[in-house]
């Protein structure tokens, strides 16, 4: 094994190698610096007078699984400078080779550095363990914490949020650089005026991106005066829809009145269910012109002679079957109805006794058909019994109604029509939202007075008139390019290191391995 092994693939560059020797579990490189001479440390003069040497015993990176022990050669340099109060100073090797007092050489040391950054303490201890490197996990968290630095680049756009320490109890702030995506610095809390120093610190900052919260943007207008404000787009977004929301449940008195009439506007119904709706509007007045001679005592064969419809379309209509709006499929009970109608009135209930009684008159379908028609006539009877209590929730009804018609049910968009007919204020109020919201993605801010001058006499009042106090930086939210998303984005990446670390990583190593690398 000795012989295949590449000296050059063992040491870091700058190293000359005196011998190689192999134990069990190990490989021991002794090696020395090819250099003839060295700089003081103090005074920065170059000797080549040595005064002794001792063996420097350094981990580096493993071969093939197996570990690998540099011993370093130093040597001791006299100072010949005459006014030096260093007369004996140690050899330093290069940044490169091994760092001044290491027990690891630069190479493992970066490897070391990047496993505490990854993987936090205990989990890249356990990972080191089966690469062959050694390290216990207060050895990853110290380097890491030692090779942290901030961010010293100018920054120009910024954006600010919060984030738990512990949710409901404690906050953190962050700062992230928008236009380089990455996070500047973390705040121990939210406070105005701990923000307000920070910002004050760095007046360069031209533009400022946070949420609607009053907090940042008091800061920012007490430490940048100059700079521009945004309103996270987002957060826009869901006071809007939260808006809509609140007026909804400020309706709902309105609303359990207006779901009770059965007037329906074909203008509100989608194209195929006109389609629909005209043809049930054929059928009522077929219907009344049967109904009105059955009325009369004329028989069913003397109607089907006057109408010229079908013996079995005039029975129908005798019998009621056809009152429906939205037609539904034919099932193998449709020629059982009027007896399974008779045996529901007298009280029998029971989908079980239905089909056995079916059955002896010739019933050919299996009992789960005769269940389900006992389980939707049930729900039928209580929906007309407690149709004022059975109400969707107001959370429900916004759903609906900002939904696309073509993805509502039958039964979902004759409620919203009902709804929409009888509380036209609410739907002033979608129209308004929808407004707004389309301004954001559009980013057209030309309408946004007209918006705010229509919206603050609807039901979003208060939703228009939160814009106006925030009124420069929602103006900027719609214009601008910026905004808080890449923040949240880093906020996320805070909540996976924390949770690595069980919760108890402090601002100083959150920040380490956050922020980047030295």
Request: aromatic share 6%; glycine share 6%.
């Amino acid at each position: 094994m000795m012989r295949n092994l590449r000296l050059s693939s063992l040491i870091p560059a700058g190293l000359v190698v005196e011998t190689i020797a192999e134990s069990e579990g190990m490989i021991a490189v002794t090696t020395r610096s090819g250099a003839p001479s060295r700089p003081c440390p103090l005074c920065r003069r170059v000797s080549s007078r040595v005064h002794s040497r001792y063996v420097r015993r350094v981990s580096d990176l493993p071969c093939t699984g197996t570990k690998v022990e540099l011993h370093l050669v130093a040597r001791r340099f006299i100072c010949d400078a005459p006014f030096c109060r260093r007369r004996i100073f140690a050899e330093r090797f290069e940044d490169g080779v091994v760092a001044e007092r290491s027990r690891r050489t630069s190479r493992l040391e970066c490897i070391v550095h990047h496993l505490g950054l990854a993987l936090g303490g205990r989990p890249a201890a356990a990972f080191a363990k089966r690469l062959m490197v050694p390290v216990s996990n207060d050895t990853l968290l110290r380097v890491v914490r030692r090779r942290a630095c901030l961010r010293t680049d100018p920054l120009k756009v910024v954006g600010v949020d919060d984030w738990a320490w512990r949710r409901n109890h404690r906050y953190g702030t962050i700062v992230c650089d928008l236009e380089r995506r990455r996070i500047v610095t973390l705040l121990p809390d939210r406070e105005i005026a701990t923000v307000e120093a920070w910002l004050a610190d760095h007046p360069e900052i031209e533009t400022v991106s946070r949420d609607r919260g009053g907090g940042y943007g008091e800061a920012t207008a007490g430490a940048l005066p100059h700079a521009i404000q945004v309103a996270d787009r987002w957060h826009l977004m869901e006071n809007a829809s939260a808006a809509f929301l609140d007026a909804v449940r400020k309706s709902m008195r309105i609303i359990r009145a207006a779901i009770g009439a059965t007037t329906i506007n074909p203008d509100l119904l989608t194209y195929a269910e006109k389609l629909q709706y005209e043809g049930y509007l054929r059928r009522e007045e077929t219907n009344a012109a049967i109904m009105k001679l059955a009325t009369a005592g004329v028989p069913i064969k003397e109607i089907v002679r006057r109408t010229g419809h079908s013996r079995k379309l005039v029975r129908q209509v005798i019998r009621g079957q056809r009152t429906d709006i939205f037609r539904v499929r034919q099932t193998s009970l449709e020629a059982w109805l009027p007896f399974l109608d008779g045996q529901w009135v007298s009280g029998c209930r029971n989908a079980s006794e239905l089909w056995r009684r079916l059955k002896t008159k010739g019933f050919r379908g299996r009992p789960g058909v005769v269940s389900e028609w006992a389980r939707r006539r049930r729900r039928a009877e209580q929906a007309s019994d407690q149709q004022l209590h059975k109400v969707p929730s107001a959370r429900t009804i916004a759903r609906l109604m900002t939904t696309a018609r073509d993805h509502l049910g039958k039964a979902d968009t004759v409620t919203i029509a009902a709804i929409e007919v009888g509380v036209p204020m609410l739907v002033e109020a979608r129209s308004l939202i929808d407004r707004f919201h389309s301004m954001i993605r559009k980013k057209g801010a030309d309408d946004l007075e007209l918006w705010i001058a229509a919206a603050s006499r609807s039901l979003v009042a208060s939703f228009a008139n939160g814009i106006v106090r925030d009124h420069a930086a929602v103006r900027a939210a719609i214009t601008e390019p910026w905004s808080n998303g890449q923040t949240e984005g880093q906020i996320t990446k805070i909540k996976l290191v924390k949770r690595q670390m069980y919760g108890r990583g402090k601002i100083d190593l959150l920040q380490a391995r956050l922020i980047g690398v030295a």
